[in-house]
C-alpha cells in the first residue's frame, strides 16, 4: 500500500469509526498497523457499521408495523376512513397543540422519520393538518404553525 493510499485508508477507517462509535477513534497509532492490520481493523469496522444498519432498518420496520396498526385500530376504534385517523392521531400528539413540529415529533417519536414509509405518512399529515388550518379559519379558531 503506498503512502497516499495508507492516509486515504486511515482517513475512511476514522470516518467509519466515528459512525459506529459516534466519536474519532483516540489512543490509536495508526502509523504502527501493518497494511494487514489496517485492512483488518477496516473490515471490522465496516462489519459493526452493516450490523448497525440492518439492527436500526428492523427496528423501523418495526415501527412502520406499529404506526400501521394504530392507523388501522384508529379507524377500526370509529374513525371510519384513513384520512379522521390521522387527524385523530395527530390531534391527540402533543395534547392537541399543532405547530410547525407537530408532525415531525410524531414521526420522530415512533422512530418512522426519515424512512420511505415516514415520508409518506409525512405528505398525508400535513393535507390533514392543512385541512385542520382551513377548519379552523373557518371558525375563526387560532392555530399556529
Same mark, same amino acid.
Given at each position: 500500500?503506498?503512502?497516499? %493510499?495508507? *492516509?486515504?485508508?486511515?482517513? =475512511?477507517?476514522?470516518?467509519? =469509526?466515528? $459512525?459506529?462509535?459516534?466519536?474519532?477513534?483516540? *489512543?490509536?497509532?495508526?502509523?504502527?498497523?501493518?497494511?494487514? $492490520?489496517?485492512?483488518?481493523?477496516?473490515?471490522?469496522?465496516?462489519?459493526?457499521?452493516?450490523?448497525?444498519?440492518?439492527?436500526?432498518?428492523?427496528?423501523?420496520?418495526?415501527?412502520?408495523?406499529?404506526?400501521?396498526?394504530?392507523?388501522?385500530?384508529?379507524?377500526?376504534?370509529?374513525?371510519?376512513?384513513?384520512?379522521?385517523?390521522?387527524?385523530?392521531?395527530?390531534?391527540? =400528539?402533543?395534547?392537541?397543540?399543532?405547530?410547525?413540529?407537530?408532525?415531525?415529533?410524531?414521526?420522530?417519536? *415512533?422512530?418512522?422519520?426519515?424512512?420511505?414509509?415516514?415520508?409518506?405518512?409525512?405528505?398525508?399529515? %400535513?393535507?390533514?393538518?392543512? *385541512?385542520?388550518?382551513? %377548519?379552523?379559519?373557518?371558525?375563526?379558531?387560532?392555530?399556529?404553525?
Amino acid at each position: 500500500m503506498t503512502n497516499s %493510499e495508507r *492516509n486515504e485508508t486511515i482517513s =475512511y477507517i476514522s470516518d467509519v =469509526y466515528k $459512525d459506529v462509535n459516534g466519536i474519532r477513534p483516540r *489512543n490509536y497509532n495508526f502509523d504502527a498497523f501493518s497494511d494487514k $492490520d489496517l485492512d483488518e481493523f477496516l473490515a471490522d469496522l465496516n462489519k459493526q457499521a452493516d450490523d448497525q444498519y440492518w439492527e436500526m432498518r428492523t427496528e423501523q420496520a418495526k415501527s412502520e408495523l406499529k404506526f400501521m396498526k394504530l392507523i388501522n385500530d384508529t379507524i377500526a376504534s370509529g374513525a371510519g376512513n384513513r384520512e379522521t385517523a390521522l387527524r385523530w392521531i395527530i390531534q391527540g =400528539y402533543d395534547n392537541g397543540h399543532i405547530d410547525g413540529w407537530t408532525i415531525d415529533g410524531l414521526l420522530i417519536q *415512533n422512530n418512522i422519520d426519515y424512512t420511505k414509509y415516514g415520508f409518506k405518512i409525512k405528505a398525508e399529515l %400535513e393535507k390533514v393538518v392543512q *385541512n385542520i388550518f382551513e %377548519e379552523s379559519e373557518e371558525d375563526n379558531v387560532e392555530l399556529t404553525i
